[in-house]
């Protein structure tokens, strides 16, 4: 039962997190502009590194806030938390 | 009775009574079931699970493998041990052959769960336990300091002397310091058997002992236990620290038929001995590798026991073989046990010594009654080894301790391979470390995993019957991995996960493979460290407990009206309604008769309720829902359907404008929660410069639609000053109104295809407006309908049920709902995906109704749909399937079976003939158009 750093509400038990996917996939500007391919890429690719990995959460069972973190797929160990709309941290070999 | 006077720790001034395998036994309080049964002489407990060999008590604590029971009073509990029973009055056991029973009554008792936070949590309260405890608790920690055993002390015997006095004077010291100490949690009889991650452990506390007031020793109280009691308690503990003080335990060496009654580990004869003052044997061959046993033979000689030590090395350790030598203890080096003599009941009662000669081995044979084997320790590193801790090879010790240092992790005492006691003490307390005697040093250990012999009779896993000959046939079959080899011999997959046997049969894996054991390594350990029960883990959690239910304002009356209920979710929800003598048909056909040519009413309180607010909540629904919401006038309703990014429909409800800046949104009753998550999401992360709140009011709002053609007169007869005439009161339109000074919200919405007038009120008031409306309806013949009724009416006008006749996969456009879909606004989400190629593939699956063309069939709902080629045949296998049948429902309306379904470019294909495989025949079925009824909507405005 890992603990979950919540920018809002601090140490907390996983159980009470959503995943939400890798972060930074901005929803586009102006859809109606891509092509398939650019559209398709945006719904339904997303990366899957071993190692640090900037991912959306949601406190759900808590404050109920979304929030971003740096996660290492390996070792599950987060490595920064921070607001969504937030500068990605700079952590050596992060992905997305 | 072998109990030897002055040794042990029970209270013989008070006597227990117990039943094991229909025989009336005595004990003391501080007894175990094992150590009671071997004062009393018996060592045949149950049988092996597979060979059905007679088994005994083999070990003194949870390593015993064998030793089994099943309890029967007072609450049946399949497969103990019975060296980890502690003793009470009215016990009745039974030896076990490998498998247990489970009860087949309720378990009364209480389990609970409580949650711990400390600094510093350790887990052993032997001697570098205690003072780890202590020091972390003299430094200002805040401590959790938890043991397996009735009593701190650990392994230590009264002969052990701390700090200048007896030990366990010492150990008494320490726990008295503890216990005045109010950050400090003591736990004895508490097991921590999981370590996770960030320094989570789960520990059961077994709160056994005397029951308050009794007098009485019991461990499940049952019926008996007082309120505040629980008999388990699993503590969830978070540490910031976590010291792994849990000892070591002895191995024993392999050898034939090692696995008799009367085979035991030295260590436990001594504990037996020590602990409870019983002598396990009168005449004792002792079979060893280690120095450890020595004192296991000298003190059981002491009390009184002949004893022949046999030490498989050549150099004896000079001072312990003194001592032994002092106590009377014949000695034999360089000496093997290669097996064992039984008698009739399969009580060993020889061993077989094997020395090295010029010519060869020669065998005698010493008659005993107890047979002792040390073959060294092996750290007890479970918990280590659960946070990924690495274990590697110590040639010393011959058995794995731990290696490169976990984060938040320590590992101190015997389970980090320190064996002696002035080890132990300043690993625990470094520079504060007590003094102790000293201990001679030790020769070191021979590592030895098994002596010659017929290997199909060494066994390894004595719970599992498990032999080297298996293992070589492991090894035989191409196995290379320890985690493959126990998987194929089953070797530490007992109750006892392999606490002797597993480094074992690593080190006889490797001899085989003829590689070194530290290469191969040993099996991961997982948690529970010791079983475990689901009544401990599920603690409060279960019967009304297990999982919330959810039940409305007019629950009581649903029930007092006999209502059938059906679980959505967490609600209970009426299904239908029976009259005395109604079948579920018979019942549901009525309601629906009932909503369609009278007037009918629902208790559906359980819609998803959004309350959207703010300046930008038009804009925000406008970019979640497919059609426009910002243009929604005050005072009406509009239908409205999300969908996720890809295009495909997630929920739909209606929309109440309430204000400017107010929305109330409904969802589906299942999809509540995920609507308001998705919402959320879209709110915080990408438009959260969108000025506007959400919040869950389900619970807030009792919700009643009233259906039917006369639903009207009942509105008009309870809200007198409203005029619920089609012109005053149009479709689609809500109004505020009160009942007696309570505000009542009505509106105009109709999932039924029927005029209908959905009531909302405040949920405190809505048992009282229902029955309002159920008294000024009954001139009218108003009937109460459940999920079933609806769900029927709702299918014949052809309205899907999200999640039901949708899957993930389906488009508002295969629901045929265009409509719904706005075409002016920009963007929304799921717009740019209903341009993607796929969409406007024509063999898309849509909605469409079917009708069976025997007028009798009721398809079950998920049967496939398939089509004859030309010929008027199916074509051969594997034969295509158009879709499937999503709802299916008989209609009073129509007078026949009907139902929904997806179906490959059904629009396009109505009228047509296709088939649905059912109970081994092929039903022929009519494509029709999903609105069955009142294609025109005439019916809505009454």
């Known amino acids: 039962m890992q603990l979950i750093d919540c920018p809002w509400c601090g140490p907390r038990e996983e159980v009470e997190f959503h995943y939400g996917g890798q972060a930074h996939v901005e929803y586009p500007a102006a859809p109606a502009e891509l092509d398939d391919e650019q559209w398709a890429r945006y719904v339904f690719f997303r990366d899957n590194p071993k190692g640090p990995f900037a991912e959306r959460w949601s406190h759900a069972a808590g404050c109920r806030r979304w929030f971003n973190a740096v996660r290492d797929t390996h070792t599950y160990r987060f490595l920064a938390v921070y607001p969504v709309g937030g500068a990605r941290p700079q952590i050596p070999g992060t992905r997305s | ?942």
Request: include cysteine; hydrophobic fraction near 40%.
């Open chain 2, 1 to 942: 009775m072998t109990r030897i006077d002055g040794y042990g720790r029970v209270d013989r001034t008070r006597t227990l009574d117990f039943v094991v395998d229909g025989t009336t036994y005595t004990g003391h309080p501080g007894d175990t079931l094992a150590s009671a049964l071997l004062a009393n002489g018996v060592t045949v407990l149950g049988g092996s699970v597979t060979l059905g060999r007679p088994r005994g008590i083999g070990g003194a604590w949870v390593e015993d493998p064998a030793g089994l029971v099943q309890i029967e009073e007072p609450f049946p509990e399949p497969m103990l041990q019975a060296a980890t029973v502690e003793l009470y009055d009215g016990l009745v056991a039974r030896g076990l052959n490998g498998q247990g029973r489970l009860a087949t009554v309720p378990d009364t008792a209480r389990y609970d769960h409580r949650h711990a936070h400390c600094d510093t949590l350790v887990v052993g309260a032997g001697p570098a336990g205690l003072l780890a405890a202590r020091t972390a608790a003299r430094r200002g920690d805040r401590v959790v300091l938890v043991d397996d055993r009735p009593e701190a002390g650990g392994s230590l015997v009264p002969a052990d002397r701390i700090d200048g006095r007896a030990a366990h004077r010492f150990v008494a010291d320490v726990v008295a310091e503890l216990a005045e100490n109010p950050e400090v949690l003591h736990l004895q009889r508490t097991t921590a058997f999981g370590h996770y991650d960030d320094g989570f452990v789960l520990a059961l506390e077994r709160r056994t002992g005397e029951a308050r007031g009794t007098g009485v020793g019991a461990d499940h109280l049952g019926a008996a236990a007082p309120a505040d009691r629980s008999r388990r308690r699993v503590h969830r503990i978070r540490a910031g620290r976590v010291v792994v003080a849990a000892g070591a335990i002895e191995r024993p060496v392999v050898f034939a038929d090692n696995d008799r009654p009367g085979v035991m580990l030295a260590s436990a004869a001594r504990e037996y001995l020590h602990r409870y003052g019983v002598l396990t044997g009168r005449e004792v061959v002792v079979f060893t590798t280690d120095d450890a046993a020595y004192l296991a033979a000298a003190d059981l000689a002491g009390a009184g026991a002949r004893v022949t030590l046999v030490d498989a090395r050549t150099a004896l350790p000079a001072e312990r073989a003194r001592e032994c030598t002092a106590a009377g203890v014949t000695l034999r080096a360089g000496a093997t046990v290669v097996g064992s003599d039984g008698d009739a009941a399969g009580r060993v009662r020889a061993a077989h010594v094997a020395t090295p000669g010029a010519d060869g081995p020669r065998t005698e044979v010493l008659a005993c009654d107890l047979l002792l084997v040390s073959g060294g320790w092996t750290p007890t590193a479970h918990l280590f080894s659960h946070v990924r801790g690495r274990l590697v090879y110590d040639a010393g010790l011959g058995a794995f301790r731990p290696g490169a240092a976990v984060e938040g992790t320590e590992v101190i005492g015997a389970a980090n391979g320190t064996l002696d006691l002035a080890g132990c003490l300043y690993e625990g307390a470094g520079g504060d470390a007590p003094s102790s005697a000293p201990e001679p040093a030790r020769t070191p250990a021979l590592v030895l995993w098994r002596t010659a012999g017929d290997s199909s009779r060494q066994f390894v896993d004595i719970a599992r019957d498990a032999t080297v000959a298996d293992i070589e046939r492991a090894v035989g079959a191409g196995l290379r991995s320890v985690e493959h080899v126990k998987r194929y011999t089953t070797i530490g997959t007992a109750h006892d996960q392999g606490k002797t046997s597993g480094t074992i049969a690593s080190g006889i894996t490797a001899e085989l493979l003829g590689r070194p054991a530290g290469d191969l390594g040993t099996t991961t350990f997982r948690p529970p460290y010791t079983p475990v029960s689901f009544a401990a883990l599920a603690g409060r959690e279960r019967g009304d407990l297990f999982d919330p239910v959810r039940t409305t304002a007019v629950h009581p009356w649903h029930v007092a009206h006999g209502a059938v209920f059906t679980d959505v979710g967490q609600w209970k929800r009426p299904r239908h309604f029976p009259r005395a003598g109604e079948d579920p048909d018979a019942a549901v056909l009525r309601e629906c008769a009932a909503a369609r040519r009278d007037v009918a009413i629902m208790d559906g309180s359980t819609l998803g309720k959004i309350d959207v607010q703010g300046p930008d909540a038009g804009e925000f629904l406008d970019l979640v829902y497919t059609n426009l919401m910002s243009s929604l006038k005050i005072g009406r309703v509009r239908y409205g359907v999300m969908c996720g990014n890809d295009g495909m429909v997630t929920d739909d409800g209606t929309v109440l404008r309430i204000a400017e800046d107010r929305f109330l949104l409904t969802t589906t009753t299942g999809g509540a929660a995920s609507v308001l998550d998705h919402l959320e999401d879209w709110r915080q992360t990408e438009v959260g410069h969108l000025k506007v709140n959400l919040t869950s009011v389900t619970e807030h709002w009792a919700v009643f639609p009233v259906v039917g053609p006369r639903s009207r007169e009942v509105i008009s007869a309870v809200f007198r000053d409203v005029d619920a005439s089609a012109e005053a009161f149009e479709f689609m339109t809500w109004r505020d109104t009160e009942l007696d000074g309570v505000p009542v919200r009505l509106a105009r919405i109709s999932f039924s295809g029927e005029l209908a007038f959905e009531v909302n009120v405040d949920a405190r008031y809505g048992l009282a407006v229902w029955e309002r409306l159920i008294a000024a309806g009954r001139p009218y013949g108003i009937t109460p309908y459940g999920t079933e009724t609806m769900h029927v009416l709702r299918a014949e006008k052809g309205y899907p049920i999200i999640g039901q006749d949708t899957d993930g996969t389906v488009s508002p456009h295969d629901l045929g709902m265009s409509w719904v879909v706005s075409k002016k606004k920009a963007d929304f989400v799921g717009k740019r995906s209903f341009a993607r190629p796929l969409n406007s593939d024509p063999l898309r699956k849509h909605l469409v109704g079917l009708l069976p063309t025997d007028r009798s069939t009721r398809l079950p709902e998920g049967a496939q749909i398939v089509e004859f080629a030309a010929d008027g045949t199916l074509p051969p296998p594997p034969v295509p399937m158009l879709g499937h049948v999503t709802s299916s429902y008989l209609s009073a309306e129509l007078a026949r079976p009907f139902a929904l379904a997806l179906l490959k470019g059904g629009r396009d294909r109505i009228g047509d003939v296709v088939h649905v495989p059912h109970q081994g025949a092929l039903v022929p079925v009519e494509i029709t158009g999903p609105v069955l009824v009142d294609p025109e909507g005439a019916r809505r405005d009454g």
